[in-house]
């Protein structure tokens, strides 16, 4: 074995013992909806990276706003104000909804959803902070203590003063009440475990707009205006957390768009980068100047970095020259359609959901118990890779087994059809497989017996 394989070999194990599964092999390059690995094989690449290539791999405005960065600034002293974040800022303001107008660039979601629930906290006087099931906001501190998607056990209390509340999952409802038809029992009944255990001291409800990580659910109409209006009612503020649903994800500028639903504060990340580690936190004037008034910090050796925001501006810009918001309602259309299609022809495939380009493919056992079928995820996702496709299982025990499909906005509908074969191909070998397995374990067992 060469140096370089067992430096690769001892990478990987490092990786799978601190971050969970990794692919067999080293990748080498990446380019619109691909990449590529080191023996050459080319994957169509249905999670956009880690959710945050949306303009797709290395697109040529990101290249170029690289390379100009490189020719003007990539690093400066956090008390000085580079052009281009100015310019970030001034366009992030120009399409944000109202009020919504201030903003400070950071460069993780972690980072973002932190300084976000610092800012409720100073502002509120209060230190409550209320999550949605399955949510994910980060891994540090507060953000950790927020998410409930997984990776909570093991290391100590949270945040004191962290809260849940049941997410509305009309397909896998968590208080066992509802069935396809959310009708805000989750949330009427979280709330009356929050005011049971309060010391009084509220300060914010944080939640995406889409609950990715819990399995891509979207809650139904109403949902976030009602839970405005119970922020409202214990004087908390209410936090987007749109890293994945902001910026032509769902089709739109912002979910909170859509939703017609303006929270305080809204942090972006994942889709502003278009692949580089980019994120904002953006308020309105009166949380602002507030929070200014009583000292708000939140110091990073890169915030407000010339590099992401130079690249920050590029990926707006291409969103808009490329008219990616339509691109993202169309090409999401299809792809729900082409799932669908799928759907009516595996019954293991119980449930599609989603919005634009950010869907959902829950299997189960049986359509009418609902069972999850983890094993046939796990499986098909591993020979979907094989086949040239990577998409992304949430295999959550409490949460069903659920395809994450978020596509880059440049997706084109051959490179959809593409994937649907091989998605395809891939639950049928599975299914005949375990199958299989299934019918010699019986006749083991009946020659045993």
Not at 97 to 108: E, R
Not at 413 to 420: G, K, R, V, W, Y
Not at 430 to 445: E, H, V
Request: charged letters at 20%; a neutral charge; aromatic letters at 6%.
């Amino acid at each position: 074995m060469s140096a370089d394989t067992t430096e690769t070999a001892d990478f990987r194990d490092n990786l799978i013992r601190y971050g969970g599964d990794v692919y067999p092999e080293v990748i080498d390059r990446a380019s619109g909806c691909y990449v590529w690995d080191a023996t050459g094989k080319k994957i169509l690449d249905f999670t956009s990276g880690q959710m945050c290539a949306t303009v797709g791999h290395s697109h040529p405005n990101i290249v170029a706003a690289i390379k100009k960065s490189c020719d003007t600034a990539l690093h400066l002293f956090s008390g000085m104000i580079p052009r281009s974040a100015v310019q970030l800022a001034a366009k992030l303001a120009k399409i944000v909804p109202k009020p919504l107008k201030k903003s400070l660039l950071l460069n993780t979601g972690s980072e973002s959803n932190e300084a976000a629930i610092k800012m409720a906290k100073l502002y509120t006087g209060g230190f409550e902070v209320i999550g949605l099931g399955g949510s994910w906001h980060g891994v540090t501190g507060n953000a950790g203590s927020v998410s409930f998607a997984s990776d909570r056990k093991g290391y100590g209390p949270g945040m004191p003063g962290t809260f849940v509340i049941p997410e509305p999952n009309a397909y896998r409802c968590p208080v066992r009440h509802c069935r396809d038809q959310c009708d805000l029992t989750c949330m009427k009944i979280g709330f009356e475990m929050y005011d049971m255990q309060s010391a009084g001291a509220p300060a914010a409800i944080i939640a995406e707009p889409v609950i990715s990580a819990g399995g891509v659910l979207v809650p139904p109409a109403g949902y976030f205006n009602a839970l405005q209006a119970q922020a409202k009612k214990r004087g908390m503020l209410l936090i987007f957390d749109e890293a994945q649903t902001a910026f032509g994800r769902l089709g739109h500028w912002f979910a909170a768009t859509h939703l017609q639903v303006t929270p305080d504060i809204m942090t972006v990340s994942k889709t502003l980068g278009g692949g580089m580690p980019l994120a904002a936190v953006i308020t309105n004037d009166e949380v602002e100047a507030l929070c200014h008034r009583r000292g708000f910090a939140f110091y990073t050796s890169h915030v407000s970095d010339p590099l992401p925001s130079t690249v920050g501006l590029a990926v707006l810009e291409t969103i808009e020259s490329e008219q990616l918001l339509t691109r993202s309602r169309d090409m999401g259309s299809y792809l729900a359609d082409r799932l669908r299609e799928l759907q009516s022809r595996h019954e293991e495939i119980g449930d599609v959901r989603g919005m634009g380009l950010l869907r959902g493919i829950e299997l189960v056992r049986d359509r009418e118990t609902r069972e999850p079928h983890h094993e046939l995820g796990a499986l098909t996702t591993q020979r979907c890779l094989e086949l040239g496709l990577s998409m992304n299982i949430r295999r959550r025990p409490e949460r069903g087994s659920v395809w994450r499909i978020a596509p880059p906005l440049t997706v084109t509908t051959a490179e959809i059809d593409l994937a649907m074969t091989i998605f395809d191909q891939a639950l049928v070998e599975t299914k005949n497989a375990l199958t299989g397995r299934s019918a010699a374990g019986k006749t083991l067992a009946r020659r045993s017996a």
